[in-house]
């Protein structure tokens, strides 16, 4: 089943586990989540457990007769996925008991029981897919008909359609050996960036001394100040500068530990090993960035404009992160964001806007920041019985109403997806989960526009709106490109030094900023930024930002203009769950991804901002 869905995830963060900040805001008890709809109390929890693990044997048993009969392989199969979804039911509530307070060390404990029975399961279970793979074609055909196996052909079907990148159990047993090495290049990453680099202090205009760690930088680099600023991006990227060498190394260990995968799964590149588990087509991955470089003018454009509004000579790397208007950002309380909730997803209908009271009355929320409790937001959707559940660091923002959106756009998504399908089918794709929660800040941002009329709250919006284009679309556009050109030298032979990996980062970032166009400057320094950045030791998983992006803008536009029979196709795909491949899931929504359009009306919607925040730039400036 679905599991943590992080807000941004790979967007903004990679320390996603960090502790919260104590909010000034006194906390009740409806304003945290009610987890005794998954067990009334951690000695039930207790009992459960006990109950799990005696649902692993059956499926241990299961070994060597995967493939005895379709009666046998449909009985496997159940016993199978009724441990999977206790066991997920088992790690939800452990999971939001360590976020909640991640210093409660009984709900530490909890957590890696859950996780030690989930291996338990793993391995009870790791001949399934091998067994399957080896009936004889003919044969597996009249067992795919069988009644008897009905409810699992999609499931065999994607078995099977691996086939020739499935190996057998004993070599599965092996590559299994590497799992643990596998994520050290990521572990060595994040303990580089978050425990050893010797940030420096920066002396700031105000006299004040601060270290430029990341969250600093992410502060300093919205400055006002233009000395601050480029005080704080020399600072930060000199100390990458540094240690380019170091991880250069890593980068490499990285992407030997995929050309690895890749051979022994017998994939052609990299990238096409990434895309195949999902079924997508690599087509997808190279029009998505075709497309995005087609529409580079309408970022250069928004970037002029900005230029223009913060009268700057010239726009540089280090400005890109200031905000299109100095006015203040409106606040909004949780039971303002709640009713901005309301009033955000009417366009959905009475079903959908049931189900955000359901979560309201029920409890499935964790507002607030508390000592202990982890950073960020999150949806769980793990517990199929049951509901999702939202972590939330409500902090009275305008990005805290965002978020909240976002995370229950996907929570949405779970809860219909799990009512409407059966478990083996109830976790949706990743190449969809991102759709429906940018969908809901689509929606709230249509909804701002065209509820209040103030000038300055609308350009602010209209702000919001083009950053998204901005960070979302084409930064991460431009990680996907940069991804996939440095497997493809790797793969060509070439050692991917501390020196290519700066040529190939800057010359794209040149590229899509439009340096040779006049647009931004960028200083040879911020070649270096790939070593900053996490998305690359996710796999390939980054293009999905933008094309979530691009799918939920056209799939809103479509919504709003076209009324009840849009929706309605929107929330058919919803319900969809797993149960379709992720193009054909979208096509159900009423978008082709494969083709042009979705790109088209998502960037005319962006022009379409444009052209509002420039006429609003206009009027005032004749004021």
């Known amino acids: 089943m679905t599991s943590l869905i992080w807000r941004n995830a790979l967007v903004t963060s990679f320390s996603l586990f960090t502790l919260a900040t104590p909010h000034a805001q006194a906390q009740t008890e409806a304003d945290k989540w009610d987890l005794s709809a998954l067990y009334p109390n951690d000695q039930a929890w207790g009992e459960a457990a006990k109950s799990v693990a005696t649902l692993i044997g059956p499926v241990e048993k299961c070994k060597g007769q995967w493939g005895k009969s379709p009666k046998t392989m449909a009985s496997c199969l159940d016993v199978y996925f009724k441990a999977q979804k206790e066991a997920a039911r088992l790690s939800n509530y452990a999971d939001q008991k360590v976020s909640a307070n991640g210093d409660d060390p009984k709900a530490q404990a909890m957590k890696g029981q859950a996780g030690k029975l989930f291996a338990k399961l793993g391995e009870a279970s790791s001949s399934q897919n091998s067994e399957i793979i080896a009936i004889p074609p003919a044969k597996f055909k009249t067992y795919r008909d069988d009644p008897a196996l009905s409810k699992y052909q999609m499931v065999l079907e994607n078995i ?30 994040h303990a580089l960036t978050t425990l050893n680099l010797p940030f420096p202090n920066v002396t700031l205009k105000s006299g004040e001394t601060v270290q430029m760690t990341a969250p600093n930088f992410g502060k300093y680099r919205q400055s006002k100040d233009t000395a601050d ?155 199929y019985d049951v509901h999702p559940y939202l972590l939330m660091n409500y902090n009275n923002d305008y990005d805290s109403v965002s978020t909240y959106l976002h995370e229950f756009g996907h929570a949405a998504h779970s809860y219909y997806s799990t009512k409407s399908q059966p478990y083996q089918y109830g976790e949706y794709p990743t190449f969809a989960a991102e759709v429906a929660s940018t969908f809901n800040e689509n929606l709230l941002h249509h909804y701002l526009i065209n509820s209040n009329k103030d000038p300055k709250f609308q350009l602010f919006v209209l702000g919001q709106i083009l950053e998204n284009f901005r960070t979302t679309v084409f930064r991460q556009a431009f990680f996907a490109d940069f991804e996939w050109k440095t497997h493809e030298l790797a793969q060509k032979g070439n050692t991917l030094t501390a020196d290519l990996l700066d040529k190939t980062y800057f010359d794209l970032l040149k590229e899509y900023y439009g340096e040779a166009e006049g647009v931004v400057k960028v200083e040879p320094l911020y070649a270096v930024e790939w070593a900053y950045i996490p998305h690359f030791y996710n796999h390939f998983y980054v293009f999905q930002y933008t094309t979530s992006f691009i799918a939920s803008n056209a799939l809103a536009e479509k919504v709003l203009a076209e009324g009840p029979k849009a929706r309605d196709a929107y929330i058919s795909m919803l319900k969809a769950g797993g149960s379709l491949y992720p193009l054909d899931l979208l096509k159900l929504g009423g978008l082709d991804m494969s083709g042009t359009e979705p790109y088209k009306i998502s960037f005319r919607a962006m022009e379409n901002a444009l052209i509002q925040a420039e006429a609003l730039v206009d009027a005032r400036a004749k004021k």
Do not use: C
């Open 160 to 189: 099977v359609r691996l086939r020739e990148h499935t190996l057998s159990a004993e070599e599965n047993k092996i590559l299994a050996y590497s799992a643990e090495l596998s994520e050290g290049s990521r572990d060595v990453f």
């Open 229 to 383: 600023r480029e005080k704080s991006f020399q600072a930060f990227f000199g100390t990458y500068k540094n240690f380019r060498e170091t991880y250069a190394a890593n980068f490499n260990s990285m992407v030997s530990r995929d050309a690895f995968y890749r051979k022994a799964h017998k994939y052609n590149s990299d990238v096409e090993a990434a895309l195949g588990e999902a079924n997508i087509p690599l087509s997808v991955y190279t029009r998505m960035i075709e497309q995005v470089k087609a529409y580079r003018p309408l970022l250069w454009r928004y970037l002029k404009l900005k230029q223009k509004v913060l009268g700057l000579e010239e726009l540089k790397y280090s400005d890109l992160y200031l905000p299109l208007t100095e006015d203040a950002a409106p606040e909004y309380t949780f039971t303002q964001a709640k009713d901005l909730a309301r009033a955000t997803v009417k366009p959905l209908g009475d079903e959908y806007q049931s189900v955000l009271e359901r979560s309201i009355k029920e409890r499935w929320v964790d507002v607030y920041p508390a000592k202990g409790k982890v950073g960020g937001a999150y949806m769980d959707g793990s517990a």
